[in-house]
């Protein structure tokens, strides 16, 4: 293509818009340039374009590694027929008349930037090297210079190194001449018209000179010339300040940003260091303030509690601080954030300033050139938000905003409630997904919206689109995303987005999905973050997404799973959507989402991200891996003081400025408890429904745990227990009140959750045992009428008064006599077939004296006796049904103990003998697996167990090969040693093998 504007006047234009923009006030560009023969090696890379091309720009292409240039970090690059490449993604025109003044378009890599053309394959890149010392190869082959000469003129390339940050410029030439060339060879900083390096002269003779542009160079470089640009040392530039001046809300009460220290230095190599910081604290009361830091965040402009400069927090006792510590400055302009913490009692209306008097870089003492920037922070009262913490930029929940609230009904609408109107939208009643309120679906009694997606067809997909952009930041800045979701099987295909922000490319776009391998997704398009086996089908999961410019870290009900270094993330804020991406690979979201909250332009530190997931995990029946914090920084559960009792965590309160009002609640654990709470008069399906209030108005919270004992009779917790009580279950509970001042509270212990077709409680037998300390010995025996006690089949209700728990804050259930039936406790229990018979194998672990029952069912509900079994001293015991039932038959034990008591085992299946199945069966409140074969013949099978490193262990009774009968067959799989995590057990029956993954907790 011709060139439209003759050269002189283009370079005339852009001088006088250079002229009339400001112009920075240093030069960010700083390179040593030499010229040396060298050998030119053409590479084999990746094609950018397969056909001839004139004057076309590529999409964003991948550096492979982070490169500092100009005073930025790069990951990216488009490359230009025209003989250049710009770092980054700004550039969008081909901008085939060179001028090394140009601004706006990324920084300018030009080894030969004139009016090219290229033949097809003749644009290739390759990344070569290994990791610290990668090396990017651009190169131009066969170029006509210019775009009219008569065949190949000239080859060249550009090279990028790791680490170095050097750049170099080979050339190799080709056998036509140079037709009409005037061309530019140089970089530029891509901000200022005024800095850039511009050669001129050839081979040994060419320099670089800064400022003055030759852009009429028509010869050719020789074979092999390399012209290399070396990042010259760093230097310290200028300092200066900038103020943050949004409203402090009194719940927002940690590492809240007040001004920051803006650090320019330019030059790469021997990087200088940042050590100490003075400061004045500027505000009208220093009462207001319990803590100060200084955090850094590179070259990136907005604020995030991250790397913090002495790596501690300073108590203020003056108002003159001085912060010392060792942080090594990238080139170009380095913040750094002076930030508060406030204390809850902080007075509204009051200001929060500071003042930088001295930065120390590089052994020399600076004084910014402004030292308290204009205007500062005014505390302002609480709003209710999630925990408190204010500045959502993006809010959805299923018990608010959606367009309907009936059942199983489709939405065409989903409301925002962070007050930015960003609502979730979709008219066409095929693609929207439905409000689901029942006992089933709910999650600790909240409901859900379901997003249904069984085969990737967007006929009949459920989405939404999200009617303003914003969801997520822009760029590199920072973000905080909590979600809490209950993802479907269909994930396990192919990635469900359950939220979706940017456009398709690399790196310029979050999403976050839920994929094969169990996995869960904070993705960028490129350098993925993926945590793997963090959820289970159509249980509730909880994550939070952290990314503070540093890194990046994935959260799973409130314990870190893991960070990964963040770099070169180029996101755009568009196409925002939930249930799948708007913009190119749909991949639609299969399950439910309960509530998705995001902060954009900002991260949590540890404190503020505790109050979101503690309004999250009492909402939703998640037991957490931190303190449980209220809005006001209140602890309300203290997983140190309580490390007995942290398991199946649940809660009620109520927390107006957390904006959290839960009134009954129960486990979502995959593991859950026998125990729901809740006030008023019943439990309700929907706990919103619940009539119940809190008698002490705001910040009120009863939190229970438990010491994972287990939920029957256990008689190695019989000494433990006061006189009066015969027997009691092993499991005990801890009770944290904060402001609970109601008559009663409600605790439901469900036995048939544990036991299906659990015999009837009696309820004249029961009583609720509390205790000062947890040795039950002493324990206060309450009965009517100072609590009242309901039964019905295998669940009782006990209403007792929240007073009792001041001073006995221990819990457990007992019984003062034999007649009330607990469960029996077994080492293994097995039915196997036998020709025509079933033959029912058990181990005992716990005393018995009577005879064992041994009852079946057809339908799992109504059992009679089969046989009768005396008892042994061994504990090892077999019974034979001669006639057994059609189809799927159930076994269960009945037997008395020592005490008289009669107790019931859990419930065994042998489906027909004439078909193979394998199973893998986990109990959901010991965790115990137990593995059953039901073997249609007699089989070869062998056994393997791997941990995630792919580490055999070898399990007595468990692995290895072996030769078995036909029938069924009942395994223990216990994991050996005490590490917790993902397993792998592999079942090879007959040669056809089956996988199976374990949670050990």
Known sequence: MQKFLHKWRLVLLLTLISCLNSIDSFSQLSFSFTSVSGTWNAISGTTVFTNNEDDRLSSNLFLGFTFYYAGGAYSDFRVSTNGWLSLGNNTTNTLNSNALTTTGNGPIIAPLWDDLWIPGGGL???????????????????????????????????????????????????????????????????????????????????????????????????DGRTYRWTPNNMTYVSSTTGQITANVSKCNTQQQGIISVQVVTKGVTSPINLTQMKFDIVTTAVANLTGIHVYYTGDASGFAPANELGGATITPVSTTITVNGTQKLVPGTNYFWIAYDISPTAVVSQTLDARCTEITVAGTAY?????????????????????????????????????????????????????????????????QPRYRNTATKNMNFNPVVDFDEAAQATSDADFMDITSNGVMSTASNPYEVYAVIVPGANNLTTPGKFLFAGEAGMNKFNSFDVRSGYSVNDSWNMNDQIVSNVWTTDMLSMFTFDYNYSRRETFRAGTSLGTQAGFGRIATNMNNALGYQKSGNLEFYDGGIAEIITYANTSHGTTTREKVETYLGIKYGVTLGHNYRASDNTIVWNVATNAAYNNNIIGIARDDNGALLQKQSRSTSTNPDIMTIYIGPSETVNQATNTGTFTAGDKSYFIVGHNNGLPYASYTVLGDRPTGICCRIGREWLVQKTNFTN?????????????????????????????????????????????????????????????????????????????????????SFSGLCREQTVQVKWTTATNVIGDFSVERSSDKVNFSAAGTVKPNASGNYVWTDQSPLPGTIYYRLKTVNENGMVLYSPIITVNSCNTTSILLSTNAVTNESTLMLQLSQNSLTEITLFDLMGRRSDVAGLTGKRSMEKGVHYIPVNIPGTVAGMYLLHVVVNGERHVYRIIKK
Do not use: M
């Not at 990791?131 to 651009?138: A, E, K, P, Q």
């Not at 469900?750 to 029961?766: E, H, K, M, Q, R």
């Not at 006990?798 to 077994?826: D, E, K, R």
């Open 743 to 827: 008559t009663d509270v409600k605790l439901k212990f469900n036995f048939d959750a544990i036991t299906p077709g659990y015999v009837s409680l009696n309820t004249s037998d029961l009583r609720l045992l509390v205790d000062a300390d947890g040795d039950f010995t002493n324990a206060t025996i309450l009965t009517t009428p100072t609590i009242s006690i309901t039964t019905s089949g295998g669940v009782a209700i006990v209403t007792v008064p929240a007073s009792v728990f001041n001073s006995t804050p221990y819990l457990t259930l007992g019984s003062i006599s034999t007649n009330t039936s607990l469960p029996l406790v077994l080492k």
């Open 124 to 222: 290739t890149y390759a990344v070569t090297g290994t990791t610290g010392s990668r090396i990017l190869t651009v190169q131009w082959n066969n170029a006509r210079w210019n775009y009219n000469a008569n065949g190949a003129v000239i080859s060249f390339q550009v090279k990028l190194y790791e680490g170095t940050n050097i750049i170099e410029f080979i050339y190799d030439q080709n056998n036509k001449s140079v037709n009409n060339g005037s061309a530019s060879i140089g970089i530029n900083g891509g901000v200022s018209a005024t800095d850039f390096y511009s050669v001129s002269g050839l081979d040994g003779s060419a320099v670089a000179t800064y400022g003055s542009e030759t852009n009429w160079l028509y010869q050719k470089p020789e």
């Open 367 to 431: 004084a910014p050139s402004v030292t308290n920037p204009p205007s500062w922070r005014t505390i302002v009262a609480c709003s209710p938000a999630p925990g408190g913490i204010t500045g959502a930029s993006f809010w959805v929940k299923a018990d608010a905003g959606t367009s309907s609230t009936t059942d199983n009904t489709r939405i065409s609408s989903w409301n925002d409630q962070s007050g930015n109107a960003r609502h979730a939208t979709n008219g066409t009643a095929n693609n």
